[in-house]
């Protein structure tokens, strides 16, 4: 069986941090607010009331960060801009400081041998955006491309490739289903013309990037889905889960059609959403590489109740994280093994773009993120064996930090990082995830 240090020849090294988590400096140098200053300032919103205010103080401590990713050893280093930082009220006047400092942080990486891997949106919409009616208004897709623009006009000709969007479902799902993130907004299934619309932003983003010669990718949080048992009722409820999960946002990318929502009882338009032409300008800007962010396999069975077409149940035999998310690594194997059967030549090189978990603080020496890497790394390895292109790695996360509705309380970090003193001290699997990368370079070449 192969293992981990067989991963190939030139297989990118990385952590991945995104800028609400880690940033904090919310009021600084003309940022404007952002949908999770609002949403994080609701009594109840957050556990304990957490906010990103502060968050790891990245926005002034990133040369320390810098130090701490170079002495790991990455290859690459993917954080996300700030769109609010960048534009205060999201689109119209640019903020000069907003921009300088994704300047400074990227000469800062380029300097320590570190190739940034920027993602455009990582959930902190403008506010200014949100009160116009947020990704539910179409119009914010293409003040996205227009950011983009801006963007890579000043950042283009030191990083060459670029992730559009993070986690579409999650964010569509989380902020504007259920609304346990922000905007907070509770529309079930009528949130999915939040989901288009971010597509078309990806579509849009995607073009400009390429005028511009850049390449281009999204990062999609994706999961197995696992049948509760063989029936026909189960095999159903899995489908339609699948269509929601994964394939309603990988399908209008990779093949130009969005799946079958009718389990869902979503009309083919989306709620009007889709309009002629816009699977084209979401599919025809090929795609150059597939960010995946792996966590854990969903177990799906039939309804036992009227509402959702399909129940989430657990997954008992597998161990959990701190978090209660069931810990299976060769869900990941399984998920590119499927990924490669759905969509064949249609599927661009892959990256992992995130995959961690969390470790309770009191567990020190972290073992279980250890176990968690080492084991996802190995089937990584063994999905390659088996015929997958993944071309890199980037676990979530380089520091501890603002974990959305669990505020601090979820450590994702290789780096533990002191909220008070904002003291960062190197865990177990940050000195054991360095030695992985000096063996993997040993063995195969860097
Ligand atoms: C899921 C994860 C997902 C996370 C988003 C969890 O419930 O199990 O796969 O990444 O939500 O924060
Ligand atoms: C998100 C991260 C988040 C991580 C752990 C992903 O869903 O992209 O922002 O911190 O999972 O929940």
């Given amino acids: 069986m192969p293992n981990r240090l067989d ?35 609701r009594p109840g919103a957050v556990r304990d009331g957490h906010t990103g205010a502060i968050a790891c103080d990245h926005y002034h401590r990133y040369p320390e960060d810098i130090a701490l990713m170079r002495d790991l050893g990455l290859d690459g280093y993917r954080f996300s801009i700030a769109w609010p930082r960048v534009l205060p009220t999201g689109a119209g006047k640019v903020n000069e400081a907003g921009l300088a400092f994704y300047d400074r942080l990227v000469d800062a990486l380029l300097g320590a041998g570190i190739t940034p891997l920027p993602t455009l949106f ?77 597509l078309l932003a990806h579509g849009l983003a995607a073009t400009v990037l390429h005028e511009r010669g850049l390449e281009v990718m999204l ?21 339609a889960y699948d269509a929601l999960h994964n394939r309603l946002f990988t399908d209008p990318v990779l093949l130009g059609r969005y799946p079958d929502l009718s389990a869902l009882g979503v009309p083919d338009d989306i709620y009007g ?12 800007p090929r795609l150059d590489g597939l960010g995946v962010n792996y966590y854990n396999p969903t177990r799906i069975a039939a309804p ?23 810990v299976v690594p060769d869900g990941l194997r399984q998920l590119l ?17 995130e995959n961690g978990c969390s470790v309770d603080e009191s567990t020190t020496p972290d073992h279980p993120r250890i176990d968690f890497l080492a084991t996802h790394l190995d089937a990584l390895a063994e999905a390659i064996a088996e015929g997958a292109d993944v071309r890199g790695y980037y676990t ?3 520091l501890d930090n603002y974990e959305w509705a669990e505020g601090y309380h979820q450590r994702f970090g290789l780096v533990h990082v002191d909220f008070e003193t904002q003291r960062r001290t190197p865990k177990a699997s940050y000195a054991w995830y360095r030695e992985l990368i000096v063996a993997h370079r040993a063995r195969r070449g860097g």
């Fill in 337 to 353: 093994a499927h990924l490669g059967k759905v969509y064949g030549e249609a599927l661009p090189p892959i990256t992992i773009t």
């Fill in 7 to 41: 991963l190939p020849a030139g297989f990118r090294w990385g952590a991945a941090t995104a800028a609400y988590q880690i940033e904090g400096a919310v009021d600084e140098d003309g940022r404007g607010p952002s949908v999770w200053d609002t949403f994080s300032a």
């Fill in 122 to 198: 990582h959930w902190d919409l403008p506010q200014a955006l949100e009160d116009a009616g947020g990704w539910l208004n179409r119009d914010t897709a293409h003040h996205f491309a227009d950011y983009t623009a801006i963007v890579t006009d000043r950042l283009g000709d030191r990083v060459p490739t670029w992730i559009t969007l993070n986690e579409p479902f999650v964010h569509t799902v989380f902020g504007y289903a259920l609304g346990t993130h922000a905007p907070g907004r509770t529309l079930m299934f009528e949130a999915l013309p939040a989901a288009h619309h971010q």
């Fill in 273 to 284: 959403a889709v309009h002629p032409g816009d699977l084209d300008l979401i599919h025809t």
């Fill in 396 to 398: 979530w996360s380089l």
């Fill in 219 to 239: 990062s999609n949080n994706l999961t197995p889905v696992w049948p509760a048992s063989s029936s026909p009722e189960d095999a159903a409820a899995a489908e």
């Fill in 304 to 326: 036992t109740s009227p509402g959702l077409p399909f129940d989430l149940v657990d997954i008992p035999e597998a161990p959990h994280t701190a978090f209660g998310w069931p």
